[in-house]
Nanobody, 124 residues
């Protein structure tokens, strides 16, 4: 499994939307959960959302529930994070991660491979 690659970040006004993508190589992409985390300046990395291997199991952080949607397309080896109603406090570097098993999880320790991150900036 190689390092996943995020894309789709950028600058958006509050209330706007962005869709992040995470491309992961390897024949076993469909065997593992995928997760999104974020880290704002001077803050700890925090969990955002996770989706199980099949896509049936999904977990969100309370701060993004109802606004963000995680999904995956195993045929394309890609995971997505649709972000709506963005707020300035959503500003952070967003990281994609490949899980160590098939279960959605909030815990960073349950992820084996991490991307380099993509910057999301929400202006007020």
């Amino acid at each position: 499994q190689e390092q996943p690659i995020e894309s789709g970040g950028g600058l958006v006004q509050a209330g706007g939307s962005l869709k992040l993508s995470c491309a992961a190589s390897g024949r076993t992409f469909g065997s593992y959960a995928m997760g999104w985390f974020r880290q704002a300046p001077d803050e700890e990395r925090e969990f955002v959302a996770s989706v199980s291997r099949s896509g049936a199991g999904i977990v969100y952080a309370d701060s993004v529930g109802g606004r963000f949607t995680i999904s995956r397309d195993n045929a394309k080896n890609t995971a997505y994070l649709q972000m709506n109603s963005l707020k300035p406090e959503d500003t952070a570097v967003y990281y994609c991660a490949v899980g160590r098993n098939m279960y959605a999880s909030r815990l960073p320790a349950n992820y084996a491979y991490w991307g380099q991150g993509t910057q999301v900036t929400v202006s007020s």
